[in-house]
């Protein structure tokens, strides 16, 4: 009853929500800019079968960078503006999205993003490239709707079991077709972004335990994706500036050689906290991080899973 309740109160927020979604992409794609909407209702739908099943507080669109002037003022048309509160940063390419809000109030935040992980550079722009229209609506490949959970997955450093169970859900609701060829398409995005395959590798990796998600990669095996897999925090332990903290270990952990420095410095400078907090964040930083490292000691996972969950990765899921 207590989610029947919970369905019914989000029904209505959300198809307004929808509704407006449909919106965006239709101006965008009047104006010349290919789009699709990301998470929130479309993967209510896709996931779950229902448009109330995800809290949805905002509005996810995932343009090519290249297309950003045009989306700004394709937006601009509908009344959104860029956030204020955004730093200079935040316009740039070192950024995974702009956040717009409407001029007159009242409407959820719209958040553009060009690419999906800070690791990545072009995939976002071919995954969009690959879209198919699905009522009446641009939507992404399933191979590239499962790589793009992947890497959220992932970018919130396999925290909790929201992302995990809409993976899963997004694979149970695939057609036979599309679940047949996915490991090798998933495979293929992968070998084709290098920069993403220890990412996609760990994140596939982390759901097969989790929520028994078919193994669509191999394992990754460097030290540094062994150390990511037992940073999951499937039950969110520690407080949120810990969560975020193991997120960052995480991305330092995966990034490729050349990459390492520029993320270090990404997550070391934080350019979206206020001036005050920038000046004190880098060593609760470090000293986050330390906490996170030293739990991984002896061999240890920072939240290990119970014996149930290890049961409930049936054998047939696994090969």
Not at 6 to 21: C, D, F, I, V
Not at 166 to 176: F, I, K, V
Request: aromatic share 4%.
């Amino acid at each position: 009853m207590a989610l029947t309740g919970r369905l019914a109160e989000q029904r209505p927020s959300n198809l307004m929500l929808h509704m407006l979604g449909r919106q965006v992409l239709a101006t965008l794609g009047a104006n010349d800019v290919p789009a699709v909407m990301l998470k929130g209702t479309e993967l209510s739908l896709a996931a779950h079968g229902s448009i109330a099943a995800r809290d949805v507080g905002d509005l996810d669109v995932l343009v090519a960078h290249d297309d950003f002037a045009r989306a700004d003022r394709a937006l601009e048309s509908l009344g959104f503006e860029p956030a204020a509160h955004q730093t200079a940063e935040q316009h740039g390419r070192a950024w995974l999205h702009r956040e717009y809000e409407h001029r007159c109030g009242g409407l959820p935040t719209l958040e553009v993003h060009w690419r999906l992980h800070w690791l990545e550079e072009d995939y976002a722009t071919a995954a969009i490239g690959r879209a198919r229209c699905v009522s009446d609506a641009p939507r992404l490949q399933p191979a590239d709707e499962l790589v793009a959970m992947l890497l959220y997955y992932a970018r919130d450093g396999f925290s909790g079991l929201r992302l995990a169970a809409d993976l899963a859900g997004l694979w149970d609701r695939l057609d036979p077709s599309a679940r047949e060829h996915a490991p090798s398409q998933v495979a293929d995005i992968a070998a084709a972004h290098p920069e993403l395959e220890a990412v996609l590798r760990c994140a596939a990796e982390c759901a097969l335990r989790v929520v028994g998600l078919p193994r669509l990669l191999p394992a990754a095996t460097s030290r540094g994706a062994s150390l990511a897999l037992r940073l999951m925090n499937w039950d969110l332990r520690g407080d949120i500036e810990q969560v975020r903290a193991n997120a960052r270990v995480i991305d330092l952990l995966l990034a490729r050689p050349e990459l390492v420095r520029s993320t270090a410095t990404r997550h070391w400078t934080a350019p979206e906290l206020p001036l005050p907090a920038r000046l004190t964040h880098p060593l609760k930083l470090m000293g986050r991080g330390a906490i996170a490292l030293n739990r991984l000691g002896r061999g240890r996972a920072f939240a290990p899973l119970p014996g149930e969950f290890r049961a409930a990765c049936r054998p047939d899921r696994q090969e």
